[in-house]
């Protein structure tokens, strides 16, 4: 009876320790899956960040390049507006300087308007008093 007590204790002991050692294995299969899953995962986020950066990089690239070329059109384009402005301004400065010289035209020919008809009056009343000496001698 001991015997097959020992027997049936082995027997158990036995059937335990291969459940523990096939569990054992389940576990470790079972963590080499998961960690080859969690892994590949990983990696695939890993190639996704370095692709992501390196887009980043290049659109970073380009960013500066199409900055630096509008900053350069810009420059370009403030040039030429300040070109224009000075251009107008001397365009301005031409239109007084001819209103400035038609008014002194102006003023010159009221002027000689003036002298011409003070002459004209002076020599209708000097013709007036010549006629008048004339009468009063005749």
């Known amino acids: 009876m001991a015997s097959r007590l020992i027997k049936e204790d082995r027997a158990a002991r036995n059937e335990r320790l291969k459940r523990a050692d096939e569990s054992r294995k389940h576990l470790h299969s079972s963590l080499q899956t998961l960690g080859s899953q969690v892994d590949a995962d990983l990696r695939d986020r890993i190639t996704t960040i370095h692709l992501n950066a390196q887009t980043l990089e290049t659109q970073t690239?380009?960013?500066?390049?199409r900055t630096a070329s509008l900053s350069k059109t810009t420059r370009q384009w403030s040039g030429?507006?300040?070109?224009?402005?000075?251009r107008l301004k001397e365009i301005g400065d031409i239109q007084n300087w001819a209103e400035m010289i038609e008014h002194e035209?102006?003023?010159?020919?009221?002027?000689?308007?003036?002298?011409y008809n003070d002459d004209a009056l002076l020599q209708e009343t000097a013709a007036e008093q010549g006629a008048h000496t004339l009468a009063l001698r005749s």
């Not at 030429?80 to 000075?86: D, P, Q």
């Not at 035209?105 to 002298?115: D, Q």
């Open 105 to 115: 035209l102006l003023v010159m020919e009221e002027t000689m308007n003036i002298v």
């Open 80 to 86: 030429m507006a300040e070109g224009a402005r000075s």
């Open 61 to 65: 690239r380009t960013l500066k390049n």
